[in-house]
């Protein structure tokens, strides 16, 4: 199989030393042990799901299959971990064991057994002379069994269930026309794509009499992994194509108001540039905008500097904005959870950067005095920045903040290999997943601190 990347954490010099540390090995142990506890609770909340997997939704079995294959690395890599070590106490005279890590179909664990001591090598017979005479006809040996092929070692639900739920239905299979598309190639937003006719022609039917144009079948799913929406011609601009909504997106809810949390001295200061940076390419875009309306006006065309200009002044603009929102979730994270109270410590993709497809912060909080860790997801705004949505598990779109959203969030997390789905799939599971809003705030020239709103998911 494949190695998947791991969600546990493993301290770099532990089960690693080529001599044993005898002196280690009683925290070692410990340290083991609290892995193996915290692998058990995940196997445990993934195998209670799978009731409730819709096997006719391509999406959500294809999540639950990736959790699986996720957890059965973490337990590959723990009891390889488990067996170096108990040959390591083994080693020192230590009437320690090492812990028995949870198989993944929920039955009893076996602890690893001490190696076995090296049996004395036998000297080699001599060979026997040659003769002309003619060696006497061996038996044939006997026939090897055929090896069995290994079970799948997925975790399963509760048994007597299979591992993989197997849809009582075809899937939603992904359209084998061709070669992915341009847009699907830049894996551009969903407007851009249905928008593109190269794209249209490869995952659509004609338009009906109600005016919605469907999905050809067996195209449910595109080559990035997005749900292929139905869609309709836009009537305020005929020629463009919009997404066709059966029921109007679900809106996010809140836990109560936004809390405005004013700067420090030292927050403002550090953002005034940034603040100026954006504001300049806000700036810049009003008067772009203003230029390339008077040229159509007076020349009845715009001058092509112009218009890269104007591209370029909204890109600043966006980037700055992102960059203040950034800015004011870790300037939250640092005010709610300080670190002389909490160990705090961020995820990030395998990229290093959000974007689509990823959530924009993701932090684990654990209290210094004891007590369970909490996963912090962020949506992060700039000033002027907007709620996105999503198409979710069940063909409705959702507002970000839903727990709509964040299902399909974690589920495309699962699909592109984002080791930080199944934790924080196993946190929303056990009620310890906080969801949130931090907007950043300018006033005029300055920082204004940022608003703090937590979403209210279920």
Same mark, same amino acid.
């Given at each position: 199989m494949a190695s998947i990347a791991l969600i546990v954490a493993t301290p770099s010099q532990a089960f690693a030393a080529p001599a044993p540390d005898c002196s280690t090995l009683h925290s070692r142990v410990q340290a083991l042990q609290s892995q193996a506890n915290t692998l058990k609770g995940q196997i445990d909340a993934h195998n209670s799901r799978a009731g409730g997997v819709d096997r006719t939704n391509a999406g959500a079995v294809g999540a639950y299959n990736a959790e699986a294959q996720q957890l059965n690395g973490q337990r590959d890599a723990l009891q390889a971990q488990a067996n170096g070590l108990q040959s390591e106490l083994s080693a020192c005279g230590s009437k320690e064991t090492a812990p028995a890590i949870p198989n993944t179909d929920g039955s009893t664990p076996t602890p690893p057994a001490p190696p076995a001591p090296a049996k004395p090598e036998v000297p080699a017979k001599p060979a026997p002379p040659k003769s002309d005479a003619k060696p006497a006809p061996q038996k044939s040996a006997p026939a090897q069994p055929k090896p069995t092929a290994p079970k799948s070692a997925q975790p399963a639900p %509760?048994?007597?269930?299979? $591992?993989?739920?197997?849809? +009582?239905?075809?899937?939603?299979?992904?359209? &084998?026309?061709? !070669?992915?598309?341009?847009?699907?190639?830049r894996n551009a937003p969903m407007q851009s794509k249905v928008n593109d006719p190269e794209y249209r022609a490869k995952y659509y039917q004609k338009q009906g009499s109600d005016g919605v144009i469907k999905r050809k079948p067996g195209s449910g799913?595109?080559?990035?992994?997005?749900?292929?929406?139905?869609?309709?011609?836009?009537?305020?601009?005929?020629?463009?194509?919009?997404?066709?909504?059966?029921?109007?997106?679900?809106?996010?809810?809140?836990?109560?108001?936004?809390?405005?949390?004013?700067?420090?001295?030292?927050?403002?200061?550090?953002?005034?540039?940034?603040? %100026?940076?954006?504001?300049? $390419?806000?700036?810049?875009? +009003?008067?772009?905008?203003?230029?390339?309306? &008077?040229?159509? !006006?007076?020349?009845?065309?715009?001058?092509?500097?112009?218009?890269?200009?104007?591209?370029d002044a909204y890109r600043r603009q966006t980037t700055q904005g992102e960059q203040l929102g950034e800015a004011a979730g870790r300037q939250a994270i640092a005010r709610d959870y300080p670190s002389s109270k909490y160990d705090v410590r961020e995820l990030t993709s395998a990229r290093g950067q959000s974007g689509a497809g990823s959530p924009d912060q993701v932090f684990v909080v654990r209290p210094k005095a004891g007590g369970s860790e909490r996963m912090v997801v962020q949506e992060v705004k700039g000033p002027s920045s907007k709620a996105g949505s999503r198409i979710g598990l069940d063909g409705q779109r959702y507002e970000q903040g839903t727990r709509g959203y964040l299902d399909a969030l974690i589920d495309e997390m699962a699909r592109n290999g984002d080791p930080r789905a199944l934790s924080m799939r196993s946190a929303l599971n056990r009620g310890a997943l906080s969801y949130r809003l931090v907007k950043a705030r300018v006033s005029g020239d300055e920082w204004a601190g940022y608003s703090v709103r937590n979403f209210d998911i279920g």
């Open positions: %509760a048994k007597p269930q299979p $591992a993989e739920p197997a849809p +009582k239905q075809s899937a939603p299979k992904q359209t &084998t026309t061709a !070669k992915p598309t341009g847009v699907e190639q799913v595109d080559a990035n992994g997005d749900l292929v929406p139905a869609i309709r011609e836009n009537p305020k601009k005929p020629g463009s194509f919009v997404e066709s909504h059966s029921s109007p997106t679900v809106r996010a809810k809140f836990d109560g108001p936004a809390q405005q949390r004013a700067p420090t001295s030292a927050e403002s200061s550090q953002m005034r540039e940034s603040v %100026a940076a954006r504001n300049r $390419a806000v700036g810049d875009v +009003k008067r772009l905008k203003a230029e390339r309306a &008077t040229q159509q !006006k007076t020349d009845g065309k715009v001058d092509p500097r112009t218009e890269s200009e104007l591209k």
